[in-house]
Each structure stands twice: as structure tokens, then as C-alpha cells.
């Protein structure tokens, strides 16, 4: 449950199906700034290992730079970083009507718009201006600097490897960029042998594939990247699943999950049994027993 990631909204751009039915809140006003808010935001999270601390701000450093370093859209409860934008508060999904408490919003008041598809995120942004400022080459020389750090402190983490090969390109440093590529490949083709791969490590190597073959020059490259297609047809992701959970009193979300508890479900319903989190005993899942069985295998 990687609790990190979402509390800054990273999950964004995203680049594989699974949408979920959401709890939509009450509107929640935003105001904009630049990206470096968020870069303070990660640097101060003390649960953070320091390769994907250097990788979320290799992102997000890309990210600005995608802008030409414009500025994002934030939540002020928290300050949290919202990447699916604004809309006007009176256009603002809701679920309920108002409640008498809340506040009146202005005509031109803007509030979050959520992006509810839970997938992971794309690493590298999918469009970049022609023309980039200054600022905007200062942002890609950072993001290099933090994929090269993470690199080095992880170097089989195929998201770190991505984003250098990314940045080099981009600096026009096409020798280096393939040098990560090859490395990518390398450690990425062995997680795709099974039927069913890893949901991030599949969405990292098709992005790699659909966006870094200009980069294959020689015949061997080429071929690895006509493997690496091939396999990414024949190994499917594993795709997780949003449950609904039933909280059983009143009390803060937190207090109603386990992250590191030793249970194994299979959500994704593809025969993997593993931990990946369950709930305390103050909660419970909502699932569907149409036959009245008494037992739920899987998350499917």
C-alpha cells in the first residue's frame, strides 16, 4: 500500500486501465505553485528509502520540465500535490448534497479534479514544449541528477534506469541514454518469463517500449527490443484491484489498515497469493458471495 506515493498524488498520467469507484469528498479548494512545493513535500517524508526518494524527484522534476516549469495545481488542506488539475468548486463532483457547514464558493473558486485510475504512474511525460525556457533545462539537468543517484543506489529499480534513459535523451546524450536502455532491458526481460508479471514492471518496460525505440541503432538493440515486445504480449500484468473496505467504527483511515500485515490474498484474482496489506479488526471488506459459500478465494 504505498501510502508515500499517493499522499503527495503521484499517481497520475498513468499508463494502464483499472479505474475505481471512488469516495469523492467535498470539494476541496486548490491554489497553484510551482513544483517545488512538492519537491519540499518529498524531501521532508521520513519513511521514504533513498532510491525512490531520488526517483519521485527525478519525476517530478520531469514533470516540470514537461511544463516548461509551470505552475501545478495543489490541495491547501495538506498541500498536497493534485496532478488530475482544477475545476471550477461549482462544478466539482460531488456524492451528497451540501452539508450546512460547508463553505460558499465564488464564482470563479476553483476546487480539485480527481483522476481516479489507479494504474501506476508513466515515468516520463508523454508530451514536452518544442521550445523549453531556461527553467525548464534547469528542471531536466535536476531530474538527471536524482535518476543518476537512484541508479547508483538501486541499480536493478527498472523506473530509475527508465528516467536516465529518459533525461539523456532529452539532453541529447544519446550514447548514454542507450547504455541505460540496454541495462533496463537486460534486468527487465527475466520479470517478464511468467504468464503474469508485475503490474509496475510491466507499465515501465511497455513505456519503454511505445516511447525509447528511436534509440536502437545496431541490430542488437533492435532485437532486444523486438524481444522485449514479444514478451510483454505474452506475459500479462498483474492488476490489483480496489476493494471496498467497511469501516466497523468510527476512525481515521490509517487506524483501519494493516500495510505490513503477514496475510495472503490473491486480489488480482490470477492464482498469486501474496501480503500486500489487510485491514485491523476495527474494519472489513465488502465483497459479493452469490452463492452463499461462506468463502471468498479472491479479489475477482
Request: proline share 7%.
Amino acid at each position: 500500500m504505498r501510502k508515500q506515493l499517493l499522499a503527495i498524488g503521484i499517481w497520475a498520467g498513468l499508463a494502464a486501465a483499472a479505474i475505481a469507484i471512488p469516495y469523492i469528498p467535498a470539494p476541496l479548494p486548490v491554489y497553484d505553485a510551482p513544483i517545488d512545493r512538492a519537491l519540499a513535500n518529498v524531501e521532508a517524508m521520513s519513511d521514504l528509502e533513498d532510491a525512490q526518494r531520488h526517483i519521485l524527484l527525478g519525476r517530478l522534476n520531469l514533470l516540470a520540465y514537461a511544463r516548461d516549469d509551470a505552475n501545478f495545481t495543489y490541495v491547501r488542506d495538506g498541500d498536497h500535490l493534485n496532478l488530475g488539475g482544477s475545476v471550477l468548486c461549482s462544478q466539482a463532483p460531488r456524492m451528497r448534497e451540501p452539508e450546512p457547514d460547508e463553505p460558499e464558493y465564488g464564482p470563479e473558486d476553483r476546487c480539485a479534479q480527481f483522476d481516479f485510475n489507479l494504474a501506476p504512474p508513466a515515468e516520463t511525460p508523454e508530451a514536452v514544449p518544442h521550445e523549453r525556457s531556461d527553467a525548464a533545462r534547469l528542471r531536466l539537468q535536476r531530474a538527471r541528477q536524482h535518476y543518476i543517484q537512484a541508479v547508483r543506489l538501486a541499480p536493478n529499480n527498472l523506473r530509475a534506469r527508465l528516467g536516465l534513459a529518459y533525461a539523456y535523451d532529452r539532453m541529447n546524450q544519446r550514447n548514454f541514454a542507450r547504455r541505460e536502455l540496454r541495462a533496463l532491458i537486460d534486468r527487465g526481460l527475466p520479470r517478464l518469463r511468467n504468464e503474469h508479471a508485475d503490474w509496475d514492471d510491466h507499465v515501465v518496460l511497455t513505456e519503454a517500449a511505445e516511447h525509447m525505440t528511436h534509440l536502437a541503432q545496431t541490430k542488437g538493440e533492435q532485437r532486444r527490443f523486438e524481444r522485449l515486445r514479444a514478451r510483454l504480449q505474452a506475459s500479462r500484468p498483474m492488476i490489483m484491484v480496489t476493494p471496498i473496505v467497511v469501516p466497523l467504527r468510527d476512525a481515521a483511515f490509517d487506524a483501519l489498515i494493516a500495510p505490513n500485515s503477514p496475510v495472503a490474498f490473491d486480489f488480482a484474482g490470477t492464482g498469486d497469493t501474496r501480503a500486500q496489506g489487510w485491514l485491523t479488526a476495527d474494519a472489513a471488506w465488502l465483497v459479493w458471495d452469490p452463492h452463499g459459500r461462506g468463502e471468498i478465494s479472491l479479489g475477482l
